[in-house]
Structures are given as C-alpha cells and as structure tokens.
C-alpha cells in the first residue's frame, strides 16, 4: 500500500480501453472499507460509462456555459473556467466516471446550524477518505484516476441530470493511463509539521 501511495499520480490522459465490471466493483468495495464518522457510511457511487456518459458530458459542458454568464454559482472563481472545461475533456475520454454523492447531506445552498455543519463537515472527510481508498485501489490495479472537484461548475445541472439524493461531492475519472507524470513538488515536511511534546 505504501508504494500506492507514493507512486499514485493524478491522471489527464486515458487510453480506449474498457475497465472490467469486476474491477470497478472492486475499486468501490475499497471505498466502502474507508472510516466513516459514527459509522454513518454516507456515501453513494454513481458509476457513469457509454452513452450516459455522453449525456453526462453535454449536461457538464451546459453548466459551464452558465457559469461563463450573469446566473453563476461560483462568480469568484471565473478564472478557473478554462481548467472546468478541460477537466470536461479529461472525463470525456476516461471510460469511467464515478459520481459521489454524500446520501445525508444537504444542498450547498442550505443554511446550516452549528450542529449541521460539524455532521457535514464529518460526512466529508468519509467521504474523502472513501475517495482515496478508491484512487489507491485503482493504481495497485494499473487502472489511473483523477479526483474531479470542478462538478461545482455545473453543480444545478449534474444535480438534476443524476437525480439522486444527497449532496453531490465529487466525481472520479477512471481509465488506463496514457501518460505517466512526473511526481508534483510537495511541501517539505519539517514547513508543514508542528510538534508539541
């Protein structure tokens, strides 16, 4: 697991080639192992491939062209549109999208009381535990992955296209990888660590 760890990369270009059933269900059993906060388990996985994920793309790329106008979720964050919409390029040509959706989370949109907040912030981080144990699963099995964040983009529109309750997280980006990057520079771990004794 160790070297999973350190020799898993996030990966942008994918190769044609189909992943086996049994190995996506093996790279979700992985997830499902993850932590969870109380036991709660919040996750679903919304596994997206063929023509649906045709349709699933025309849905993203629909919400971008949104967000570019006067009605967006994120106006802050126009800068970053060029990256949402090359992210939509990567999910094209990965097989295997996996959406993630917190199944006891409210819509972003909701006011939260203090409570509600530290019970989201809690189903996240399973989530996002849940998340790794998938990438993990995937590079000890050759199979390459990136971790898509920009769904927020288009957040209404996948929403509504994958009509499932919950709080939309994330999605994954699964496929054989036609690249093999270099390691990103990390920060150093004495800039990073504070030790108390």
Known sequence: MISAIYDRRSIRKFKNTPISQSDITDIIQSGIKAPSSKNRQPWKYIVIQGSAKEEMIRVFRRGIEREEKDSALLPQSKQHIAGAKYT????EEAPTIIFVVNTLGKSILSELTPEERVYEICNIQSISA???????AAADKGIGSLWICDIYFAYSELCEWLGS???????????????????RPRRKIDDIVEWRN
């Open 165 to 183: 309750e919950g709080q939309l997280i994330a999605a994954v980006a699964f496929g054989y990888p036609n690249e093999f990057p270099q390691e």
């Open 88 to 91: 939509v390029d990567i999910m």
């Open 130 to 136: 849940s998340i790794q144990n998938m990438l993990l």
